[in-house]
């Protein structure tokens, strides 16, 4: 198993940007993808970006597009999502997650393994 650790977060005016963390208990090469999701309160949990972590091949959903950089940082056993443009509709509770073997698609959250605690992403005036 593996344990995620996130940082990151906090609040910013619609336009700016953040950056998020999360930091694995093994190394991250060694997992079939990891991924963003968010769920904003009164909503399910979605998924923003994921990342392949054989090859570094990256995907987004719509809202994502554009705006966030999902990377990974082998040597430091690290997940970042860049987030720039944000806007006040991209407020929501983030969470990094892996997969560690292939069990589906990695951008629904039914088939992650491991969950960071979370890590709250405020965008208002």
């Known amino acids: 198993q593996v344990q995620l650790v996130q940082s990151g977060g906090g609040s910013v005016q619609p336009g700016g940007s953040l950056r998020l963390s999360c930091v694995a208990s093994?190394?991250?090469?060694?997992?079939?993808?990891m991924a963003w999701f968010r769920q904003a309160p009164g909503k399910s949990r979605e998924g923003v970006a994921a990342?392949?972590?054989?090859?570094?091949?990256?995907s987004y959903t719509d809202s994502a597009k554009g705006r966030f950089t999902i990377s990974q940082d082998h040597a430091k056993n690290t997940l970042y999502l860049q987030m720039n443009s944000l806007k006040p509709e991209d407020t929501a509770l983030y969470y990094c997650?892996?997969?560690?073997?292939?069990?589906?698609?990695?951008?629904?959250?039914?088939?992650?393994?491991?969950w960071g605690q979370g890590t709250l992403v405020t965008v208002s005036a």
């Open positions: 997650a892996a997969q560690v073997s292939y069990g589906g698609a990695c951008l629904n959250p039914a088939f992650m393994d491991a």
């Open positions: 093994r190394n991250t090469y060694h997992t079939w993808c």
């Open positions: 990342i392949l972590s054989g090859g570094g091949t990256a």
